[in-house]
């Protein structure tokens, strides 16, 4: 989605800015990538501003989040930023690999806790516990859950000092954490270090790695996304392998040491997010001073269709990371076998062939159409939740997690399209951080309830078949959203009709804001698009 309609010629975004008169003395000729305002005036804006990746001293001066207007002081006569249009590969090629280790070294070992789940039963467990998987659950639930919850913070950071500066000083935190977790001799400490640490840190390293896609993409950001997201798909299927062969030989403790070299990496690839953005000519102090209704965005609860998304993802979602927790101890007690690791990577391995079949069929969707994809990724997870106590032998719950991943894989790839289409480029960023920071409550209660129920009834099979009707519900819930989106669209078609003006994009009266298309807003001309 973009800020802005293409112009007439070539498909090339308009800059606008308080330039020379048409013909002046001196006046710049125009960089080839922007055209000329609709005034008849040239742009000035290449007398100021200049696009180049990771530009001024640090990225936190004057970078732009993803979706965000350029910050620049409203000084009468001062040149507007060019809208920095996606190169659609260059660097943006490393920058998605580097983004790729991000998901995958934050949610391959958030996946492969299950095996993590049985070492630290058999480490710090009391067999006399009746709360004991309860208990324990809570380490893995509370690291899950801090990723999300810090998400809505972790926007702000964003805006306010780049994608570079906040994925590094998070990729640091977190691997404090996991070095910490490793000399702990109690399961209470599990929860600070494993759980609120490295969760917090990982969800600081994770969001960047997502916004300074649309720094590079547009075009091609739904097949992008897919093979970012497919990242944890392919470390979901190393991980279970590593951890059967470190755990029986080094222990838990160690096993967390070498963890924590993934996390040492991140912090090194954190420094590849070079973002584009327009340098000004203005001062530092100029360039930092930012409109707090920016930072703390409440724009986004204005779209109705972002409203019902945002509650009917979170609603899907309780029963979602039961399976990841509690898959591999109800395979141990039921089946009696040694190699439940099968199962995480058979999640993983359908679950990345989903993230790149689907992330590409989400570009041939219009609109908040997209959404129907997710409703059909939470009927069918809900559903294989539900018959994992129905199947009799190894090979159906094979078949089961095969189904489960590939939706699992469609419902990841298509979150940040689906956000662009209902809230627009310029409040992506923080619409994703607000969704990410709702899920945070299933996620976290969803894995402690089940063990609270095995412990009761001392059988998953209640706690499997809960699992699944959350999901399904929340497909309902969104159900309405693309019919919200169309009657949008047709009340704002009317309204075009009414105006008499073109079929892509209304000018107010003093020709600097326009109706995006999808966002339903009068928005700057110059916002930035991804």
């Not at 324990?136 to 810090?150: D, E, N, Q, R, Y």
């Not at 997201?229 to 991980?239: D, E, N, P, R, Y």
């Not at 951890?243 to 403790?253: E, H, R």
């Not at 894989?409 to 940040?416: L, V």
Request: net charge neutral.
């Amino acid at each position: 989605m973009t800020a802005k309609g293409p112009s007439a010629e070539g498909g090339q975004p308009l800059a606008e800015g308080p330039g020379q008169e048409e013909g002046e003395a001196g006046s710049p000729e125009p960089a080839p990538r922007y055209k000329e305002p609709l005034n008849g005036e040239a742009s000035a804006a290449e007398a100021g501003w200049r696009l180049q990746p990771g530009a001024g001293a640090g990225d936190g001066d004057g970078e732009q989040a993803a979706g965000t207007e350029p910050l620049q002081e409203k000084v009468a006569g001062s040149p507007q930023p060019a809208v920095p249009v996606p190169p659609e590969g260059g660097w943006g090629w490393v920058v998605m690999f580097a983004s790729m280790w991000c998901n995958g070294s934050v949610f391959g070992i958030q996946n492969a806790f299950g095996l993590l789940f049985l070492s630290l039963l058999d480490t710090f467990g009391d067999p006399s516990d009746k709360h004991l998987r309860f208990k324990t659950a809570w380490v893995g639930s509370l690291s899950m859950g801090m990723i999300f919850f810090c998400s809505p913070i972790v926007s702000v950071f964003t805006d306010l000092y780049g994608c570079r500066k906040t994925a590094t000083v998070g990729a640091a935190v977190a691997f404090i954490g996991l070095i910490s977790s490793s000399f702990v001799k109690s399961l209470e400490p599990m929860y600070f270090t494993y759980g609120i640490v490295f969760g917090c840190g990982s969800s600081f390293a994770y969001q960047p790695s997502l916004v300074i896609l649309g720094h590079y993409f547009k075009q091609r950001l739904g097949l992008v996304n897919g093979i970012v997201t497919a990242g944890s798909s392919v470390f979901t299927i190393v991980l279970p392998l590593l951890l059967t062969k470190l755990l029986p030989k080094i222990g838990l403790a160690h096993t967390l040491r070498v963890l924590s070299a993934f996390m040492f990496v991140l912090f090194l690839v954190g420094f590849t997010y070079k973002p584009l953005i327009p340098v000004s000519n203005h001062s530092k102090s100029s360039r930092r001073k930012l409109n707090i209704k920016k930072v703390f965005n409440v724009r986004i609860w204005k779209f109705l269709g972002y409203r019902i998304w945002a509650f009917g993802i979170p609603t899907a979602l309780f029963g979602y990371f039961v399976p990841y927790v509690h898959l591999m101890k109800y395979v141990e007690e039921t089946f009696q076998l040694s190699n439940e690791e099968v199962l995480l990577m058979c999640i993983g391995i359908s679950s990345g062939v989903g993230r790149l079949l689907f992330g590409r069929v989400a570009d041939y969707l219009p609109g908040a159409y997209k959404v129907f994809l997710q409703v059909a990724s939470f009927f069918v997870i809900g559903l294989m939740s539900m018959m994992i106590p129905l199947c009799q032998n190894f090979g159906g719950l094979i078949a089961v997690c095969l189904f489960m991943g590939l939706f699992d894989g469609c419902f990841i790839s298509i979150m940040a399209p689906v956000a662009f289409e209902l809230v627009g480029a310029e409040n992506v960023s923080q619409a994703i951080g607000f969704l990410l920071g709702l899920m945070s409550i299933p996620m976290t209660a969803g894995p402690p309830i089940a063990g609270f129920l095995r412990d009761s009834l001392g059988t998953y099979d209640l706690a499997f078949y809960l699992a699944g009707v959350p999901p399904m519900l929340g497909g309902a819930i969104l159900c309405t959203v693309p019919w919200i989106q169309y009657k949008k669209r047709k009340r704002e078609q009317e309204l075009k009709v009414l105006a008499g003006e073109t079929a892509n994009k209304i000018l107010d009266p003093d020709s600097k804001n326009l109706l995006v298309p999808g966002s339903g807003e009068p928005q700057k001309e110059c916002a930035s698009s991804i």
